[in-house]
């Protein structure tokens, strides 16, 4: 699958595959300006006030707040969002899907 830009999320999600999206029409973390469904999200914030496309661009990653989502019992990735991030800052247009239980909750969804 082709990659949009437009979809890559702050903080190393991809919106393009996101599960939630599909669910209940979110059109993805840029284009909500970081205030998502279920709140202003603190990454999106950081970066867009930093002017990063995304937080691979970011000096300090990952930092607190990027730790603190990689290692959330629901929303953690086991080092997938940071790869992707990893990526991003290198130009490839590549990502892992997260595949964490908030991803898996969404499929339950009608």
Not at 15 to 27: A, F, M, P, R, T
Not at 34 to 50: H, L, R, S, Y
Request: net charge negative; hydrophobic share 30%.
């Amino acid at each position: 699958m082709k990659m949009d830009r437009n979809m890559i999320a702050y903080c190393g999600a991809y919106c393009g595959v996101c599960e939630w999206k599909d669910k209940i029409g979110c059109k993805g973390c840029k284009a909500n300006a970081g205030t998502m469904f279920w709140g202003e999200c603190d990454k999106a914030c950081c970066c867009i006030e930093k002017g990063f496309a995304h937080c691979g661009e970011c000096p300090d990653l990952p930092c607190q707040k990027l730790q603190e989502l990689f290692d959330d019992p629901e929303h953690g990735d086991r080092g997938v969002r940071l790869r992707n991030l990893m990526h991003w800052k290198a130009g490839d247009s590549v990502y892992e899907e997260l595949g964490n239980a908030a991803q898996e909750k969404a499929k339950g969804l009608q």
